[in-house]
């Protein structure tokens, strides 16, 4: 069974449609998108749905283009409204937000931002500079116009997802971020919406960043050095594979400690590029069994 949502193009709209639940108490659910929605978008509003029960889930879908640098994709990034709302009613939607550039910033690049802090700076950051800045400004505003109760967002964007939920805790904004599973296909890609933009030949290749992430994860166990090693293998295998970073992290994306005791859970992340396609992917691990039995530090 399908429910039509209702599309609020305009913040008025959004206010108005989301009254009633505001005055009867009802949770409130967002699930901040740039559209061109797949089944992993679907999975963050089934995650939402659960979490606010009978009160309304909000989709946005706005392209944002203060997180876009130069020479990157927003001019091509894909538009499929329709396409989007028929997601959006199969999977139950309450209220699909999607406003023109000119309602969300209707001055113009706004002259107060969100600084994201020097988890910024690195991995995606440090490829893509004030990107960050970017994403935390729009999901504030859009925190600011819902009001949600719970925020939904995937851990394929891992970094992104740290990062809002430190600006969640630090600026007291009252919302439970909640970071959802990655979806994948049958043979392991992380869904995307850039996928799309993939040939035959780039798709196969695709295919060596999960296998990377998943031989790290098995590597592991006999230590950091080990886990990088075997991704790295599978990394060169992909001849049109363009690497950006490959890095084990914290989990919360700080360094890991020199030497990493047996038995710490860690974060292995990497971005590459397939012609003019950017992909990224995550996954956890632990490094060394916890009694130290394989474990065997290795050059970071």
């Not at 710490?264 to 632990?286: F, S």
């Amino acid at each position: 069974m399908t429910t039509t949502p209702v599309l609020a193009p305009t913040r008025e709209e959004l206010s108005a449609l989301l009254a009633e639940a505001r005055r009867a108490g009802r949770p409130v659910g967002l699930v901040p998108t740039m559209g061109a929605l797949h089944e992993g978008h679907a999975s963050l509003v089934r995650e939402a749905r659960a979490r606010v029960g009978d009160g309304p889930v909000v989709v946005s879908i706005f392209v944002n283009p203060l997180q876009f640098g130069a020479g990157e994709d927003l001019d091509r990034y894909p538009r499929t409204l329709d396409a989007d709302l028929e997601v959006c009613a199969r999977e139950g939607v309450d209220v699909v937000f999607a406003p023109s550039v000119e309602e969300v910033y209707p001055g113009g690049d706004p002259m107060v931002t969100v600084e994201p802090g020097p988890l910024a700076d690195v991995l995606e950051g440090r490829s893509r500079p004030g990107h960050f800045r970017g994403v935390l400004t729009v999901v504030a505003k859009l925190l600011g116009l819902v009001r949600p109760d719970v925020a939904v967002f995937g851990q394929k964007d891992y970094q992104q997802l740290a990062l809002v939920r430190r600006m969640a805790a630090d600026l007291c904004l009252g919302v439970d971020v909640v970071g959802a599973e990655t979806v994948r296909e049958p043979d392991g890609l992380a869904l995307s919406s850039r996928n799309r933009y993939l040939d035959e030949e780039q798709r196969t290749e695709a295919l060596a960043l999960s296998r990377a992430l998943r031989a790290a994860q098995e590597a592991a166990t006999y230590g950091l050095g080990p886990a990088l090693d075997a991704a790295r293998a599978e990394l060169r295998a992909a001849r049109t594979l363009d690497l950006d970073y490959l890095e084990v992290t914290t989990p919360g994306l700080e360094a890991l400690p020199d030497p990493v005791p047996a038995g710490t859970e860690a974060r292995v992340l990497v971005a590459a590029r397939l012609g003019t396609t950017r992909l990224i992917d995550n996954m956890p691990l632990v490094v060394g069994h916890p009694d130290g039995a394989h474990d065997q530090q290795g050059e970071r």
